[in-house]
Nanobody
C-alpha cells in the first residue's frame, strides 16, 4: 500500500513563507514524477510545480520565482518551499507522485494553506 502524507500547511500573512512536505511510504522505488497541485474553493485543481525524470522542474507562471520544489529519493520526501505568499495562494495543496516500476499515480490527502491578513 503506497501512501503520500502531506504536512506543513497553515495560516500565514501575505508576504510570509511556508514549507510543505510530502512523505511517501510503502513498497516503492525511486520517484519518477513528483508534483504539487492546489485547489482553491470553486476552482479546478491546478499544477503548481513538478519534478520529472532527470530532475527537470516546472513551475506554474503564478508561482515562478516564489516557490521551489525539491525532493529526496533516499528519504522519499518531496518539499515545496513557498515564499512571498499572496492571498491567491490560498488553497488545499496536494502531493502527487509516481514511482519507477509502478504504473500508478498517487495522491496525498491534502493540506490547507491559508494566506490572510
Amino acid at each position: 500500500q503506497v501512501q503520500l502524507v502531506e504536512s506543513g500547511g497553515g495560516l500565514v500573512q501575505p508576504g510570509g513563507s511556508l514549507r510543505l512536505s510530502c512523505a511517501a511510504s510503502g513498497t516503492i522505488f525511486s520517484f519518477r514524477t513528483t508534483g504539487w497541485y492546489r485547489q482553491a474553493p470553486g476552482k479546478e485543481r491546478e499544477l503548481v510545480a513538478r519534478i520529472s525524470t532527470g530532475e527537470i522542474t516546472y513551475y506554474a507562471d503564478s508561482v515562478k520565482g516564489r516557490f521551489t520544489i525539491s525532493r529526496d529519493n533516499a528519504k522519499k520526501t518531496v518539499n515545496l518551499q513557498m515564499n512571498s505568499l499572496k492571498l491567491e495562494d490560498t488553497a488545499v495543496y496536494y502531493c502527487n507522485a509516481d514511482f519507477i516500476g509502478n504504473g500508478n499515480y498517487y495522491w496525498g490527502q491534502g493540506t490547507q494553506v491559508t494566506v490572510s491578513s
